[in-house]
């Protein structure tokens, strides 16, 4: 099996602030890495598929980057409605393997 | 617009069965593969199972295999996903997920959710 690792875990940031976000694969997954947002109490939400491509209707504030083991995905300015943990997954082969997840927090 | 309702939820004691239902609509349910995507309570996303969307193909995670039943009933627009045996490791929200394709069908992600179903297994 794909592991995937996320970090940091958790974050603490401010609105306003540049955020990233890194997950690494365990063996190369070429672009085959999708981001997601999940809020308490709520399913997840597709942000970012194929490494880069921003899903419809997704604000243009979040980008992701990278090919092979490493990726990130960036908020260039937080607002308020962005604290919420964030997950990759990869989807190169199955088991469909996720990160653990980032926590991100108002400071 | 896309929906997806999870019902089948609740709770069971150990080594019994549930059969949970992912009612579909809002888009031609035959064309889209299906997943299931569970998430224990407090805790990451854990990717279930797979299924075709003629039904033809159908891979499970390891922690499930030989335990789990994913199917359809594409006149219904209807996902299933029979769970026998079950464990109280396999307590969580039970998600339907549907599968968005990209890379001409090489790359998949999950771009619609249902809001979940909590399958609770205990004594």
């Known amino acids: 099996d794909i592991q995937m690792t996320q970090s940091p875990i958790s974050l603490s940031a401010s609105v306003g602030d540049r955020v990233t976000i890194t997950c690494r694969a365990s063996q190369s997954i070429s672009n085959y890495l999708n981001w997601y947002q999940q809020k308490p109490g709520k399913a997840p939400k597709p942000l970012i598929y194929a490494a880069s491509s921003l899903q419809s209707g997704v604000p243009s504030r979040f980008s992701g980057s990278g090919s092979g083991t490493d990726f990130t995905l960036t908020i260039s300015s937080l607002q308020p409605e962005d604290f919420a943990t964030y997950f990759c997954q990869q989807s190169y082969s199955t088991p469909y393997t996720f990160g653990q997840g980032t926590k991100l927090e108002i400071k | 617009q896309v929906q997806l309702v999870e019902s089948g939820g609740g709770v069971v004691q150990p080594g019994r069965s549930l059969r949970l239902s992912c009612a579909a609509s809002?888009?031609?349910?035959?064309?889209?593969?299906m997943h299931w995507v569970r998430q224990a309570p407090g805790k990451g996303l854990e990717w279930v199972s797979f299924?075709?969307?003629?039904?033809?193909?159908?891979y499970y995670a390891d922690s499930v295999k030989g335990r789990f039943t994913i199917s359809r009933d594409n006149s219904k627009n209807t996902l299933y996903l029979q769970m026998n045996s079950l464990r109280v490791e396999d307590t969580a929200v039970y998600y339907c997920?549907?599968?968005?394709?990209?890379?001409?069908?090489?790359?998949?992600?999950?771009?619609?959710w249902g809001q979940g179903t909590l399958v609770t297994v205990s004594s």
């Open positions: 809002g888009f031609t349910f035959s064309r889209f593969a």
């Open positions: 997920v549907r599968g968005g394709e990209y890379n001409y069908g090489l790359g998949i992600y999950f771009d619609y």
């Open positions: 299924l075709s969307y003629d039904g033809s193909d159908k």
